[in-house]
């Protein structure tokens, strides 16, 4: 059975900083590109960024560049997503996404989210 766990959400004060883990299991997970998305009240969801499968490639939304920060552990079949400089914009439910193509099929795996609240 796949699943996809969130984990380390939570309350922090504007400036603060929070990581989230994603533990993964049921499927190869080293075999799988991994994003973080965010979605906030009444907003569509939006990618905050990702990871290649084997760590070395990052990228990230405008917003959060240069204050949130994606790795991963394929050994423990984790990704993270370290959050700094947080702002009240950045209040949403927080969902890991594992992807993968073979052949044209994609396959698309999401945890069911972990909610972080930025406020003083």
């Known amino acids: 059975q796949v699943q996809l766990v969130e984990s380390g959400g939570g309350l922090v004060q504007p400036g603060g900083s929070l990581t989230l883990s994603c533990a993964a299991s049921?499927?190869?997970?080293?075999?799988?590109?991994m994003s973080w998305y965010r979605q906030a009240p009444g907003k569509e969801r939006e990618l905050v960024g990702s990871i290649s499968r084997g760590g070395g490639t990052t990228n990230y939304g405008d917003s959060m560049k240069g204050r949130f920060s994606i790795s991963r552990d394929n050994s423990k079949n984790t990704v993270y997503l370290q959050m700094n400089s947080l702002r009240p914009e950045d209040t949403a439910v927080y969902y890991c996404?594992?992807?993968?193509?073979?052949?044209?099929?994609?396959?698309?795996?999401w945890g069911q989210g972990t909610q972080v609240t930025v406020s003083s």
């Open positions: 996404n594992a992807h993968f193509e073979v052949f044209g099929t994609p396959y698309s795996y």
């Open positions: 049921g499927f190869a997970f080293s075999l799988y590109a």
